[in-house]
């Protein structure tokens, strides 16, 4: 049973806690290239609830079957924060979304739409007045089920101020709790996005008894400074979303706006409840799986963040940290020293070293896991934390597939054209073989992979990184395809890159299979 909340105390007891609303798995998953499945977002949600985060967005359940039940899962999986569903303001998102939330400790509803004239007239066809009936109307409706309601403007930064008032006002009459103003298309400019707060603040009726929350796109590369903006002018939940992934330039980074909050504190007396060390391990765990490198110079998590490589910096920080660091790398969770275990590491260290590195290993196949690294052990003196996470994410990736990689043969050399002969296992049947000559070992490969699945994806990206150093480090291979319409990104990792990079391919075909699956069950239409 949902608890009751009777008054904006029992969602914000401390007026200085800044809530934060993470939504990687609803916007950030709407990015290209970063779907999930089902498994991996649960992955993820854990590491969420791991971090501290108040708010997991599951996603958006009346978009598709595979949504609701990422919701679904998500809302049993985790306890602690509160588990939400975005909704439009119809009738069959508004009951779908309080279905997928039925079972979580803390159920709550994201119920939007567009208040600026621009949607209004080119998207949604609807008056003003349309739209606060609609409104009003939604959140009336979920109100009859829970008492957890998000009201949020789309593209609330290209909004007439006074017609958002009075949505706001009738929204929060209507049993809103939290008022969400949304900078859709990452406009806005930190002070008058920070102004629009403080201006509804003023003149919403019913302002004081709910929180208000910034929710910012990064298409200026100013998610970070508006949300700060937001905070300052009385915001106290922010919406954002681990290494800021999200629709065309991303959505406001989790792991910038916790550490702008922590560091400058001397300016902006508040905190979140957020436990920074767990933060590169989300990081990590999110790149990983989505298969998108961290850029090296991202704030807080990239990997040259903390490096320093001018001279007089180096001098500078050996003599005393403060003089060139601002923040210590341990607050956020990268390890001291990333070189961990080796051939002799027995499976208990192995175990409390995927802890630390913040992956739950109650999800891990541990018999599978350890197995693999005592074959990596064998095959490199040294295995470092970035190998394990490569590893494990390896292993999760092959269980309950459709398309299973059983053997990749290859042969090349100067004088003759490079050739590959694979096996492969569809839907758990007999093994088949293929064979194809190719620009490189890699296409060949590719080549003999299409004709067993009897479909040629575009290829729209491949990248090939090693993960530590050395010619024995593990490959991994991250590819983009397209196909139907669907683009899905795909990952491998092993010591071998012809077999790193077949793996990836399969991995984004079994996505792609997935996604057809459930297109095929019911069509879906996003926000
Ligand atoms: O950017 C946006 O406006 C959104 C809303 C659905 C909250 O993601
Ligand atoms: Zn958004």
Known sequence: MAKTITDIRDILPDPEYVRIFDTTLRDGEQSPGCTMNVEEKLAIARQ????????????????SPGDFESVHRIAEAVTRPTVVSLSRTREEDVDAALRAVDRAANPGIHIFIATSDIHLKYKLNMTREDVLSASTWAVARAKQHLDYIEFSCEDASRSDWD????????VIRAGARIVNLPDTTGHAIPEEFGEMFSYMRRNVEGADRVIWSAHCHNDLGL???????????????????????????????????????RTRKDLM?????????????ASRLLSQIIGQPVPPNKPIVGDNAFAHEAGIHQDGVLKYKLTYEIMKPEDVGIPSNKLVLGKHSGRHAFVNRLEELGVDAAAVDLNKAFAAFKVLCDKKKIVYDDDILAL??????????????????VTSSVRITPHAEVTMRMGGGEERVAEASGDGMVDACYKAIYKLVGVQPALERYSVKAITGGTDALGEVSCLVRADGMTVAGQGAHSDIVMASAL???????????????????????P
């Open 269 to 281: 007396a508040v905190r979140t409840g957020i436990d920074t060390r767990q933060i590169y391990p």
């Open 48 to 63: 969420l609830e791991r971090l501290g985060v108040d708010i997991i967005e599951g996603g958006f359940a009346a978009s």
């Open 223 to 261: 998610a970070v400074a508006n949300s700060l903006a937001a905070i300052k002018n009385g915001a106290r939940q922010v919406e954002c979303t681990v290494n800021g992934i999200g629709e065309r330039a991303g959505n406001t980074s989790m792991e910038e706006v916790v550490m702008a909050l």
């Open 163 to 170: 017609f958002m008032a009075k949505i706001c006002a009738e």
């Open 504 to 526: 990836a391919l399969v991995n984004a075909l079994n996505r792609l299979h997935g996604r057809a699956a459930a297109a095929a069950r019911r069509p879906a239409e996003g």
């Open 392 to 409: 494990v994410n390896e292993e999760a990736r092959r269980t309950a597939d459709h398309f299973e990689l059983v053997d990749v043969r």
